[in-house]
């Protein structure tokens, strides 16, 4: 009865790039040849070969596409037998060359003092993925694997002015002599602003209101006052109003001005007495109201 089969990598490796080739072995011992070797990949039959002695069974692989890597098993079997045994498996990862990392910061500014962060990230690429930060050409920090695909992060304390230099980092995976370095990123300097800067502005702000609120009065308050200042002081004197005492209604009459009530007319008013009531010995005096026309 035929044993369980070994299945070996004999030529290239389990991590494989495209185009390249890989040599299998399957071997059944003890075993009584004639041996029926036939090779699975996911269940499906790759190839067959049939061995009338004790050596093992060879199948050369093209990784030519991505189908072609996953799990590979092998079967052992004599002829014309309704029975066999498999071996264990092997599994082959399509390795892809590193794309160019990008290097980048949540903020580009910073000042002394501050602290601030660095992330590595490669878009495409086989997992995993190793990062390596630099300040110019020296390291600034162990090399990070990520096994996930997401950025590599460093976080960074900017205590001088040295450390506003020139950063990069490079990025590289089990993909043979393929190492990718990233982009230039540079910090600068942050202005640090005066604690009166914002009182100056403030008080701008104020005079600046002060000027706009003059500006808007000059027309509804200033200029009609003026206005009314210089009507009372060019209004000529029109006429003259008496005013009579009511006890000396005959014998005392005052003159006063009077406001014209248009420019062409005005009142004035002046004491009546009747001869019936002188008569009689009475001293009533009436006022009558007489409109007079003034002409230059």
Do not use: W
């Amino acid at each position: 009865m035929v044993s369980n089969p070994k299945l070996a990598l004999v030529q290239g490796t389990l991590n494989v790039v495209m185009k390249q080739n890989v040599t299998l072995s399957c071997l059944s011992e003890p075993g009584s040849p004639p041996v029926r070797y036939t090779l699975f990949k996911h269940n499906q039959q790759v190839s067959a070969l049939n061995r009338s002695d004790l050596s093992p069974a060879l199948f050369t692989l093209t990784i030519s596409s991505a189908r072609d890597v996953g799990e590979y098993k092998c079967k052992a079997e004599y002829n014309n037998s309704s029975g066999g045994k498999y071996s264990n498996s092997l599994n082959f990862t399509l390795l892809e060359p590193i794309s160019k990392p990008v290097l980048s910061s949540p903020t580009s500014e910073a000042k002394k003092g501050q602290n601030v962060t660095l992330s590595c990230f490669s878009e495409n690429g086989s997992l995993p993925i190793t990062y390596l930060f630099f300040k110019g050409t020296q390291t600034i920090s162990p090399q990070k694997t990520m096994q996930k695909r997401k950025a590599a992060v460093i976080f960074l304390f900017i205590n001088s002015l040295s450390d506003f230099g020139t950063y990069k980092c490079k990025a590289n995976n089990s993909f043979p002599n393929i190492t990718k370095y990233s982009n230039a990123f540079n910090f600068t300097l942050a202005e640090e602003r005066s604690h009166s800067q914002p009182l100056i502005i403030s008080l701008g702000l104020i005079l600046l209101l002060l000027i706009i609120g003059f500006a808007l009065a000059i027309p509804f308050f200033l200029i009609p006052l003026y206005k009314a200042k210089k009507f009372k002081s060019t209004r000529p004197s029109i006429g003259l109003t008496s005013r009579v005492n009511a006890e000396e209604c005959e014998n005392e009459v005052i003159y006063s001005e009077i406001e014209p009530v248009r420019g062409e007319e005005e009142y004035i008013n002046f004491s009546v007495i009747r001869r019936e009531e002188e008569k009689a010995g009475k001293r009533a005096c009436a006022t009558v109201y007489s409109k007079v026309l003034i002409r230059d």
